[in-house]
């Protein structure tokens, strides 16, 4: 059986050792809403999510589609693939009038 050990803390040079450099995971706030959604600006969430309807994926402009993380949030990625391909299937329809694309 090992002994417990108490960590000890080390004085290192300016720069380097611990400390010098960090990782923050903070976790999903919402989609970055500089560049194209700046521009497009949809509706958005109280969340700041991007707010789209859940069965067609349409969002508050005209010819702009949103699923995934960026319409429900952080969420498992099959939830994501499932949306994405429900998106797809949206997006044909939309544009051809009809889609062969399954519905999943």
Excluded: N
Aim: hydrophobic share 40%; charged share 25%; proline share 5%.
């Amino acid at each position: 059986m090992l002994a417990h050990r108490r960590r000890r803390s080390a004085a290192a040079p300016a720069g380097r050792g611990p400390g010098s450099h960090a990782l923050i995971a903070i976790g999903y706030c919402h989609p970055e809403h500089a560049g194209a959604l700046a521009e497009l600006r949809p509706a958005l969430t109280g969340r700041g999510l991007i707010a789209a309807d859940d069965h067609d994926y349409r969002t508050s402009r005209a010819k702009v589609f949103a699923c995934g993380d960026a319409r429900r949030g952080q969420s498992l990625i099959v939830w994501a693939i499932r949306e994405g391909r429900q998106c797809a299937a949206a997006v044909d329809r939309w544009l051809a009038g009809g889609t062969d694309l399954p519905w999943v």
